[in-house]
């Protein structure tokens, strides 16, 4: 099959939508923006993957923030945040080849006009965190318009540029924040920011810093 770039996919109506690692995002019809992006790259080596999920995360960013949402930071590693409660999140998947990734899928679950969500206390939506309606195909437009600018940065190898404007924006950097680990140990420590293969590099107590992939550390806030 030869798509165009970019190609996406909307629904309106999402019965089994995946998030990281076999969790799931609950959606609701006509309130919700559900879509995948398919993408092409151009000498991409596989090593710089991580620029990726930059690139779509900041993209995201800027594109609440032209709608003034409130305090947007990126949760690691690809959950948009508003005050602290998760309004979009992003679920990638690539095709690799001789050692490059040639290209992504890109998949979108916005939370828009949503007015309470059941049993989810940690979710907002564009509307709970600003109290405006909001257009569906407009605020579509807009999020595909700003993703593209910043994915076409990692043609241009703007790699190391995307890392640093992301590690500005995670959430709860250098703060004080009680971590997990799968054997249920917890400690307290703050997050620096993320290596060079995208692996969340948090600093404990007595400031050693170690690095995590996603399932091997959960945030408890």
């Given at each position: ?60 960013e800027n594109a609440f ?38 290209s992504s899928v890109i ?115």
């Amino acid at each position: 099959m030869n798509l165009e770039d970019p190609t996406i996919v909307i629904t309106n109506n999402q019965t089994k939508g995946r998030g990281q690692h076999g969790t799931s995002w609950q959606s609701v019809p006509q309130q919700s923006l559900l879509f995948s992006m398919f993408k092409r790259f151009e000498d991409l080596p596989s090593n710089k993957i991580s620029s990726i999920t930059y690139a779509v995360s900041l993209g995201l960013e800027n594109a609440f923030k032209k709608y003034k949402i409130p305090n947007i930071t990126i949760k690691w590693p690809n959950d948009i945040m508003s005050r602290s409660k998760k309004m979009a999140g992003i679920l990638i998947e690539n095709q690799i080849k001789q050692g490059n990734v040639v290209s992504s899928v890109i998949g979108l679950g916005i939370n828009v006009n949503e007015k309470k969500f059941k049993s989810l206390p940690q979710a907002t939506s564009m509307f709970l965190a600003t109290g405006n309606k909001f257009d569906l195909n407009e605020v579509l437009q807009i999020v595909i318009e700003e993703i593209l600018i910043q994915l076409n940065k990692l043609d241009k190898g703007e790699h190391a540029n995307l890392k640093i404007k992301y590690e500005t924006s995670l959430f709860r950097k250098d703060m004080i924040s009680v971590f997990e680990v799968p054997d249920g140990y917890r400690f307290n420590g703050k997050i620096k920011g993320v290596n060079e293969i995208g692996k969340i590099v948090i600093e404990n107590e007595n400031e050693i810093s170690n690095s995590y992939q996603l399932k091997e550390i959960k945030m408890l806030f």
